[in-house]
T-cell receptor, first 112, second 115 residues
Framework: DAKTTQPPSMDCAEGRAANLPCNHS???????VYWYRQIHSQGPQYIIH???NNETNEMASLIITEDRKSSTLILPHATLRDTAVYYC?????????????FGKGTKLSVIP | DGGITQSPKYLFRKEGQNVTLSCEQN?????MYWYRQDPGQGLRLIYY???????QKGDIAEGYSVSREKKESFPLTVTSAQKNPTAFYLC??????????????FGQGTRLTVV
């Protein structure tokens, strides 16, 4: 199973870009990288996912390295509402079915 | 609007009692999941179901039970055998298991407190 490693916490100034790194060195060729975020006491919210190409949507951009061993989630203009725990997940095959396995994530604090 | 609904939002239970948490989705998703979250921790998988009338244990299934009689519903029972049931419980759903390129949708959670 591909596991992910994220820094436990990061700070970002309001209005600046937040770059959240994730290592997934054991990822296999058909596994997607997903990003979710969880605002305190709410359910996780899907942000973006990708396989090998960089992806962008209205929330964020996802940059995946060419060897696919790491990725970076970019919030281009962080706001106070982006303060949350961000989870980088590789969808794994567990007992014949596909799971979303969450680690502890990165706690992003956006500072005024 | 389509979505996934958990109820109740807060639940109190006396020690030794069983309690059932509700999860309903109208997204026509085949797969449904239950996670547990403790303070400052990530999510841990309790049970999951890929189709009606079938479900599998996750990493921490002991002390919990589920049923999947309808596609829309996946209730979780926290039994008296669960030694430390106070936690935040999250339900999620997604499309077919064989499709890797799908996102999961989460409910807003149920906070269970044993008193």
């Amino acid at each position: 199973d591909a596991k992910t490693t994220q820094p436990p916490s990061m700070d970002c100034a309001e209005g600046r870009a937040a770059n959240l790194p994730c290592n997934h060195s054991t990822i296999s060729g058909n596994e997607y990288v997903y990003w979710y975020r969880q605002i305190h006491s709410q359910g996780p919210q899907y942000i973006i996912h990708g396989l090998k190409n960089n992806e962008t949507n209205e929330m964020a951009s996802l940059i995946i390295t060419e060897d696919r061993k790491s990725s970076t989630l970019i919030l281009p203009h962080a706001t106070l509402r982006d303060t949350a725990v961000y989870y980088c997940i590789v969808r794994v095959d567990w007992a014949g079915s596909y799971q979303l396995t969450f680690g502890k994530g990165t706690k992003l604090s956006v500072i005024p | 609007d389509g979505g996934i609904t958990q109820s109740p939002k807060y639940l109190f239970r006396k020690e030794g009692q069983n309690v059932t948490l509700s999860c309903e989705q109208n997204l026509n998703h085949d797969a449904m999941y239950w996670y547990r979250q403790d303070p400052g921790q990530g999510l841990r998988l309790i049970y999951y179901s890929q189709i009606v009338n079938d479900f599998q244990k996750g990493d921490i299934a002991e002390g919990y039970s589920v049923s999947r009689e309808k596609k829309e519903s996946f209730p979780l029972t926290v039994t008296s055998a669960q030694k430390n049931p106070t936690a935040f419980y999250l339900c999620a759903s997604s499309t077919r298991k064989t499709v890797l390129n799908t996102e999961a949708f989460f409910g807003q959670g149920t906070r269970l407190t044993v008193v």
